[in-house]
């Protein structure tokens, strides 16, 4: 039985099939949840897995999964409004934010929410990642969204394909997790 992810991003389904290629496929379901504004990236995925699970109405079990960019020299920005920053400011002018700091220090963090059994009651399982690492200039044509602004050990993330992203990266991280509890929970 494939695994479900419900996603709009092509990038994330790309990394999260490599987990499964040789055990079920990863089936992308297109609904746009609504993200909550919350400080927890779990509460987010979890509010947004049960309300795209019962919105989708049949019991085969569906995962998200939510990602946030945390700057310390900048508080910890975008954070939770790492998608819309995306959008409007773009990376380059994130970099630039950036730029003149001594402290170049970042986060991603990933959280996957699984939910199973009844779509109006769900069972949630969460799975977690995180990577630290060092705004950069954008380099690299490889991932997606600030992964050309993020190094990881001299490299940055859009410099690396997708099998090396994931041995290092914050979903990858999150991806094994989930990947190892699906092989020992399901038929
Ligand atoms: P969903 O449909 O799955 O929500 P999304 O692209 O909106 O896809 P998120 O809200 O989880 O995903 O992502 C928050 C932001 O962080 C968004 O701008 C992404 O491009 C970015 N992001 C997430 N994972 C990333 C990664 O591995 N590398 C670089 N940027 C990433």
């Known amino acids: 039985m494939p695994v479900r992810f419900v996603t709009g991003n092509e990038g994330k389904v790309r990394e999260a099939r490599e987990y499964f ?101 769900p069972d949630v399982e969460t799975f977690t990642g995180s990577v630290a690492g060092t705004i950069v200039a954008p380099r690299g044509e490889g991932g997606f969204g600030y992964d050309p602004i993020f190094e990881y050990n001299g490299t940055t993330m859009a410099e690396l394909s997708t099998e090396e992203k994931n041995a290092i990266s914050h979903r990858g991280r999150a991806l094994e997790k989930f990947a190892e509890w699906v092989a020992e929970h399901r038929d």
Do not use: C, K
């Not at 746009?32 to 990236?41: G, N, T, V």
């Not at 947004?48 to 508080?75: C, W």
């Not at 970042?106 to 699984?114: D, E, L, P, W």
């Open 21 to 121: 290629a040789d055990v079920e496929a990863v089936e992308q379901i297109q609904y746009d949840y609504a993200e909550i504004q919350h400080d927890s990236l779990a509460e987010i995925a979890t509010r947004g897995v049960r309300e795209a699970y019962a919105a989708i109405g049949d019991d085969i079990p569906v995962f998200v999964e939510d990602s946030e960019l945390a700057i310390e020299a900048l508080g910890g920005f975008p954070g939770p409004y790492s998608a819309y920053v995306e959008d409007t400011l773009g990376i380059e002018r994130v970099w630039e934010l950036v730029a003149d700091e001594e402290r170049r220090r970042a986060r991603f963090r990933s959280v996957i929410a699984y939910a199973s059994g009844d779509p109006a009651d």
